[in-house]
């Protein structure tokens, strides 16, 4: 069936091709087309979305009625088991202490709904440094892991050293939204005077070497070569590749400049591309393999939140 | 089988991309198993004068015999632009296109202007199909000397409702995809399809109960994208979203019935 099917794809090709010919073709055509035809092979996309246990490092749970049963869904759909989930403050927001309690309350019932397929991730603001450090204590002590912020701080702000210092001591990994940025060189206007850039990642990497920090979205917008290129010595800044814009050089670049062991599957809610440009990039099985899963699961050992 | 309906091969100014040649595109068809690809000129994007862009990809495909067997040429025309429809003629008649490619954002004209009109219209009784991409890149991390602007889809109604008898293919669905009433219908009454290389593609499932089976084909938007996106929005839709028979239309048969393949 499948030697009918080339066939039968072959004779196609070869009548569709020779159609648009100008009177410049030759008779040797048709035996290109033979030739041709025998090297597009078949590609089973969803066999291969079955073969990689995955967990998603940069997921998210809305305070919507179709939420977190859409994301399972999307989740399904690809074949991704686990999912780190945060609910970071809206940007802009007043990112006071009951905002930061009431993100967190949302993902901590979403994770005991779905505790199988949910990994949760707090969030807070350090500019409440009590009040941060209180909500530390009590979403670790509720099972969660890591920390997922946005942009009312930047990451290298003095503010968030006691915070980087619990998360060491806890050995847990903090996520960090990234903004545009200088992606047209300058600073996009859209952007707030607080967003974490590349640089700032570096600098508080070197401060801080025991730290673990995720570099946020790849593919959400921002210049990925400029933040692989900035990034490439911080060894302990990983990079997840989540995000809309599933640009055809990122993930090959990024593993390029910051190597295999840094790189994280994520999708950030664009579950296609999250996957899809994993499976297109120039990589080994294995390496799908470390980038889709055991990457970040490495990350959770460190802890002892790993998954089995 | 797979038709890829949106491919480029050329050069992006502000970027390398990897699979911008017949070669490198070709190798990634075999690797993922795609049969044809409708491909136009990425270069041509920047030209003013589109045709030499053609012409410089007509060559290349026609340097090899592997490259004409598996690539279908869509050319770039710019209709504010001296001799171009010498150049419409050309394509048609020595190139053999299958469609043509349009960029009023890059080329700087109005898509529902009197030359862009006049195209459509040879376009249409020439039976060649009419290609726009609601975005060549995502704006954001582009370089401070390409385009700002993007496309949102209601923004084609006027040019699908100016010519409404034109065949249409829209590209790299991006951006915001919400149509008033009157506009979605516009889009189920006309031959409109569009690719599954767009972020805005989110729900093919729902899109196909939206606008019907016929309206979607298979499309990469490669060199820019990657290369496998388009095709799992594909063949990740549930037995109830999409049987086998409605899958297969969306790989390969609506390309075939839209390009006359």
């Given at each position: 069936m499948r030697n009918m099917e080339q066939i039968n794809r072959r004779n196609f090709v070869r009548r569709t091709t020779l159609s648009s010919a100008?009177?410049?073709?030759?008779?040797?055509v048709h035996q290109g087309a033979e030739d041709t035809m025998a090297s597009a092979g078949t590609y089973d996309i969803m066999q291969e979305v079955r073969k990689f246990q995955k967990i998603d490092s940069h997921a998210h749970v809305y305070f919507s009625a179709d939420s977190p049963e859409t994301q399972i869904d999307y989740a399904d759909r690809m074949k991704i088991a686990k999912l780190v989930i945060s609910r970071p403050m809206r940007p802009g927001s007043p990112g006071n202490p009951d905002e930061f309690r009431a993100c967190n309350d949302l993902v901590l019932h979403c994770v005991r709904k779905y505790p199988d397929r949910f990994i949760g991730q707090m969030t807070l603001n350090p500019q409440f440094g009590k009040e941060s450090m209180e909500e530390i204590n009590r979403c670790i002590g509720e099972g969660m892991v890591g920390l997922k912020v946005y942009n009312?701080?930047?990451?290298?702000?003095?503010?968030?050293y006691p915070v980087i210092e619990k998360f060491i001591d806890l050995k847990m990994i903090m996520l960090v939204h990234v903004g545009i940025g200088k992606s047209r060189i300058v600073l996009d206007k859209r952007e707030p005077p607080n967003i974490s850039l590349p640089s700032d990642f570096v600098e508080i990497a070197t401060r801080y070497p025991e730290a673990m920090f995720q570099f946020a979205?790849?593919?959400?917008?921002?210049?990925w070569e400029d933040a692989c290129k900035s990034l490439q010595h911080s060894k302990n800044v990983y990079v997840d590749v989540a995000g809309s814009n599933n640009d055809a050089g990122i993930v090959d670049f990024a593993v390029e400049y910051?190597?295999?062991?840094r790189v994280l599957f994520g999708c950030d809610n664009s579950f296609y591309q999250g996957v899809g440009h994993i499976l297109a990039a120039t990589l080994t099985d294995a390496q799908r393999t470390k980038i889709f899963f055991e990457n970040y699961n490495q990350i959770l050992r460190k802890s002892g939140r790993h998954v089995d | 089988m797979l038709i890829d309906c949106n491919a480029y091969i050329g050069h992006w100014p502000f970027r390398i991309r990897k699979y911008g040649s017949c070669a490198a595109l070709l190798s990634r068809m075999n690797q993922f198993g795609v049969d044809l690809a409708l491909v136009s000129s990425l270069s041509a994007c920047f030209y003013k004068n589109t045709q030499t862009a053609n012409q410089t990809l007509y060559d290349e495909i026609h340097s090899q015999r592997i490259f004409r067997d598996r690539f279908l040429l869509m050319a770039v025309i710019?209709?504010?632009?001296?001799g171009w429809r010498d150049d419409l003629e050309i394509c048609h008649?020595?190139?053999?296109?299958r469609g043509i490619k349009l960029y009023p954002k890059y080329h700087g004209y109005d898509p529902t202007g009197p030359e862009c009109t006049e195209l459509i219209k040879i376009a249409r009784d020439r039976d060649l199909v009419i290609a726009f991409s609601l975005r060549m890149v995502d704006s954001r991390p582009s370089s401070w000397l390409d385009i700002n602007e993007e496309w949102d889809l209601k923004d084609l109604i006027p040019v699908i409702r100016t010519v409404p008898h034109a065949r249409y293919l829209i590209q790299n669905v991006s951006n915001r995809i919400d149509l008033e009433d009157g506009d979605s219908q516009v889009l189920r009454d006309a031959s409109v399809l569009m690719d599954t290389s767009g972020r805005s593609i989110t729900n093919l499932g729902f899109l196909i109960k939206t606008y019907g089976p016929g309206k979607f084909v298979f499309g990469t938007h490669s060199p820019v994208l990657d290369y496998c996106t388009g095709l799992l929005r594909i063949e990740s839709l549930r037995q109830e979203e999409a049987d086998e028979t409605v899958r297969e239309k969306i790989r390969s048969g609506n390309a075939r019935q839209l390009f006359n393949l």
């Open positions: 100008s009177f410049f073709f030759t008779q040797s009312h701080v930047k990451i290298n702000d003095p503010l968030f979205h790849l593919a959400g917008g921002e210049d910051l190597g295999e062991d | 710019n209709p504010i632009y001296g008649r020595k190139f053999g296109i």
